[in-house]
Nanobody, 121 residues
Framework: LVQLVESGGGSVQAGGSLRLSCAAS?????????MGWFRQVPGKEREGVAA??????SYADSVKGRFTISKDIAKNTLYLQMNSLKPEDTAMYYC???????????????WGQGTQVTVSS
């Protein structure tokens, strides 16, 4: 019912910035009430980075003050502005959407295919 396509990943040096985008299509009125960004490195569980609902946002402690999640409803696009990037931010980044708010837990119904972010020291 909802398709999500991420873009904007790439390679950057430590201290640099990237902006990830997630274009959403399909039945959005209900199933994008909650949207989030997650990341995963090989061998580790997917972890929540940031989440957005109509009236609030939340962030993992590791990215607070450096990352900003936002949503352009007119463009049906979710963003993640990442500043002051660190090598430990290197991961595959995924966007997620659902009717139900799952906070920073990877329990959403819909997922994108991911975009790779690599930060070199």
């Amino acid at each position: 019912l909802v398709q999500l396509v991420e873009s904007g990943g790439g390679s950057v040096q430590a201290g640099g910035s990237l902006r990830l985008s997630c274009a959403a299509s399909g039945y959005l009125a209900v199933y994008t009430n909650y949207m989030g960004w997650f990341r995963q490195v090989p061998g580790k569980e997917r972890e929540g980075v940031a989440a957005i609902r109509p009236d609030s946002t939340s962030y993992a402690d590791s990215v607070k003050g450096r990352f900003t999640i936002s949503k352009d409803i007119a463009k049906n696009t979710l963003y993640l502005q990442m500043n002051s990037l660190k090598p430990e931010d290197t991961a595959m980044y995924y966007c997620a959407a659902d009717r139900v708010d799952s906070g920073l837990y990877a329990q959403s119904l819909y997922w994108g295919q991911g975009t790779q972010v690599t930060v070199s020291s």
